[in-house]
T-cell receptor, first 112, second 115 residues
């Protein structure tokens, strides 16, 4: 069965610093992996996704993620944090029966 | 722009008073989902429709029902809301035939308050 684990329920960075949000997955088949962002009182918005075309995936708002099969990881990074990046981030994997399995989420705080 | 629309964005109801939340989509996706999301938690899938086929999650309370009268619309009915049903309700769509990774497209959500 597929699953995702997000390490760290809260991450705090200074504006301009590197953002690193960690996600590890478990899947018996080659996975489809996603990162979604959620701003307060909003729905989820897709940041990027891995579909096996390329291991380094670039997304919106300057985010990117690297698929590492050997480490079963799909960590999200951004070189320089902006105040507007403060939000909740969810890693997810496509599961059976058209379902998406979400991680518990990581709240990103950006300090001025 | 193609999108997923949820109405209302904020809904207040009284304990035990039935409430209906609405979702519509202009993406022409054949799968529609309803999620419940409580504060600082991941979305929890309640059920989904594949075309007209309804798929209920095993742990979804009987208090929650859904209707999909056509491709574009899907409704969430909460028959007797309890205080524990206060949450954000998210509607999402996907089209696995067109997009094999089954990327889901989310609406803005409806925040339900139960008094």
């Amino acid at each position: 069965a597929q699953s995702v684990t997000q390490l760290g329920s809260h991450v705090s960075v200074s504006e301009g610093a590197l953002v690193l949000l960690r996600c590890n997955y478990s899947s018996s088949v080659p996975p489809y992996l996603f990162w979604y962002v959620q701003y307060p009182n909003q729905g989820l918005q897709l940041l990027l996704k891995y579909t096996s075309a390329a291991t380094l995936v670039k997304g919106i708002n300057g985010f990117e993620a690297e698929f590492k099969k050997s480490e079963t990881s799909f960590h999200l990074t951004k070189p320089s944090a902006h105040m507007s990046d403060a939000a909740e981030y969810f890693c997810a994997v496509s599961g059976r029966g058209f379902k998406t399995i979400f991680g518990a989420g990581t709240r990103l705080f950006v300090k001025a | 722009d193609a999108m997923v629309i949820q109405n209302p964005r904020y809904q207040v109801t009284q304990f035990g008073k039935p409430v209906t939340l609405s979702c519509s989509q202009t993406l022409n996706h054949n799968v529609m989902y309803w999620y419940q999301q409580k504060s600082s938690q991941a979305p929890k899938l309640l059920f989904h429709y594949y075309d007209k086929d309804f798929n209920n999650e095993a742990d979804t309370p009987d208090n929650f029902q859904s209707r999909r009268p056509n491709t574009s619309f899907c409704f969430l009915d909460i028959r007797s809301p309890g205080l524990g049903d206060a949450a954000m309700y998210l509607c999402a769509t996907s089209s696995p035939q067109l997009v094999p990774d089954n990327e889901q497209f989310f609406g803005p959500g409806t925040r339900l308050t139960v008094l």
